[in-house]
């Protein structure tokens, strides 16, 4: 059983949709995280927020929009998303930004098809 | 730059042998923190083991175990008495001082054969 747990396990969407990835954690944790995982590669860091505020943007373009509503939730919402952006997108948790050897926690992963 | 590197892109064991797995890292920081994770097929990034750059004993859990050389930037994981469980994608990860932008090997899939 995850500690994390995403929704939905698997979107497939058309290029002009709009849809949401949801994120759930009840562990007290204060850092989240979103990565993208393409096949057989390894997962590229996307957002990092901290205490519900965001902390790190990895250059990510503007059609992913990550929103923390509360200290348990992390949501990132999709517009006009392109063919090249399918891939497993994985929320991870961990207990508090800024302490590096904090262990981070990973949900199941949302597979996103783009058609 | 901080980079990890798995060169061995797939590994082979037989059920109940040993197996090691490589990774080196590079960096310049002496406040680090290294990581062992698995992905099974399910998806789910498991954390293995994980080590303290400061601290010089070799981190064990249960059949996992570290062989950490600083000096040499390397950080392998040795699974001993396979299972077919540990069949899995296999990342290394490492971060540093007060940052938690966690930096993946390419990983390594191991395939435990019975």
């Known amino acids: 059983d995850t500690e994390v747990t995403q929704t939905p396990k698997h979107l497939v969407m058309g290029m002009t949709n709009k849809k949401s990835l949801k994120c759930e954690q009840h562990?007290?944790?204060?850092?989240m995280y979103w990565y993208k995982q393409k096949a057989k590669k390894p997962p590229e860091l996307m957002f990092v927020?901290?205490?519900?505020?965001?902390?790190i943007n990895e250059s990510v373009p503007s059609r992913f929009s990550p929103e923390c509503p509360n200290s348990s939730l992390l949501n990132l919402h999709l517009h006009a998303l392109q063919p090249e952006d399918s891939a497993l997108y994985l929320c991870?948790?961990?207990?508090?930004?800024?302490?590096?050897?904090?262990?981070?926690?990973f949900g199941d992963g949302t597979r996103l098809s783009i058609l | 730059a901080q980079t990890v590197t798995q060169s061995q892109p797939e590994m082979s064991v037989q059920e109940a042998e040993t197996v090691t797995l490589s990774c080196t890292y590079d960096?310049?920081?002496?406040?680090?923190?290294l990581f062992w994770y698995k992905q099974p097929p399910s998806r789910q990034m498991i954390l293995v083991i994980r080590q303290e750059a400061y601290k010089q004993q070799n981190a064990t859990e249960n059949r996992f175990s570290v062989n950490f050389q600083k000096a040499a930037k390397s950080f392998s994981l040795k699974i001993s008495d396979s299972q077919l469980g540990d069949a899995a994608m296999y990342f290394c990860a490492y971060t540093w001082g007060n940052n938690n932008d966690m930096r993946f090997g390419a990983g390594t899939r191991l395939t435990v054969k019975p």
């Open positions: 960096t310049s920081e002496s406040d680090y923190y």
């Open positions: 991870a948790s961990s207990q508090e930004v800024g302490v590096g050897n904090q262990p981070q926690h």
């Open positions: 562990m007290g944790h204060r850092a």
């Open positions: 927020y901290s205490y519900e505020k965001l902390s």
